[in-house]
């Protein structure tokens, strides 16, 4: 094992025992080079490993903190049968809790939550996913929803549902009305549709630099890319999603029954 590697996995056994504990301020590189008996370019090393971890932050001009862990958010493949029950209950009962409250933990009070709708066409890749023609009108959605005690979003959102197939209700295509208790199951049963299935893909990626600025994600740090689709009852695309997760604050619970023999 390389020295940096000694010192790193150290440093990471004493911050997951809580010595030190999350926020306080590690000693200076050059105790910790002189600790370890190491020089100061591998001590920096050692550091990196543990910021790319996420263990760790460093301040500018402050030093070296141990990182005040991030609200995990556990996405689970069952949330959608959840979201389809809640979707024709009574408005008192959709207005209690919503799907980021169930994967937080956290109570509505707990979130502060953006939306922003807009009209586009849909380009190759959309005309595929949701089986329509090249230009055909969308209404984007844009999501993202934080913990008020933290400054960045659990992640960024963007759902994608076909104009015309929503328009019967104008409350659809205005952002206003969100949050939408219930969610867009909920929505989408106001226009007579219900999902069948969700279907999900996952693949990981490095962050774009606008990503890693708007998750404050450090370097290291991975995205988890989810494009989910829901399929109706008739067989269509109805909504497709592009999640953007950051990969220190995401946790994929994946739930199969299977029939017994």
Not at 178 to 186: A, L, N, V, Y
Request: glycine letters at 6%.
């Amino acid at each position: 094992m390389a020295k940096y590697e000694k010192a790193a996995e150290a440093l990471r056994n004493e911050i997951r025992a809580g010595q030190p504990q999350a926020g306080e301020r590690l000693p200076a590189e050059t105790t910790l080079a002189e600790r370890f008996r190491v020089s100061l370019p591998t001590i920096r090393q050692a550091l990196g490993v543990l910021q790319a971890e996420g263990l760790i932050e460093r301040r500018h001009g402050r030093g070296t903190f141990v990182r005040e862990p991030r609200r995990l958010v556990a996405r689970t493949n069952e949330r959608h049968q959840w979201e389809k029950d809640r979707a024709r209950q009574p408005l008192a009962e959709r207005e209690k809790t919503g799907a980021t409250e169930r994967d937080t933990g956290l109570q509505v009070d707990d979130l502060v939550f953006s939306a922003a709708y807009e009209e586009v066409s849909a380009d190759a890749d959309l005309a595929e996913a949701l089986g329509v023609s090249q230009g055909e009108p969308l209404v984007r959605r844009s999501y993202q929803t934080r913990y008020r005690r933290e400054d960045f979003p659990f992640n960024i959102a963007t759902s994608y549902l076909v104009r015309e197939m929503v328009a019967a209700n104008p409350r659809l295509l205005d952002d206003s009305e969100e949050p939408w208790p219930g969610g867009t199951q909920s929505q989408l049963h106001t226009v007579g549709i219900e999902v069948d299935r969700v279907e999900e893909r996952v693949t990981a990626r490095p962050p774009s630099a606008e990503e890693a600025e708007a998750l404050g994600l450090h370097p290291g740090v991975s995205v988890l890319v989810l494009r989910k689709s829901c399929v109706d009852t008739e067989g269509r695309v109805v909504e497709v999603s592009d999640v953007i997760l950051p990969g220190d604050r995401t946790e994929m619970v994946f739930v199969t029954p299977l029939e017994r023999w």
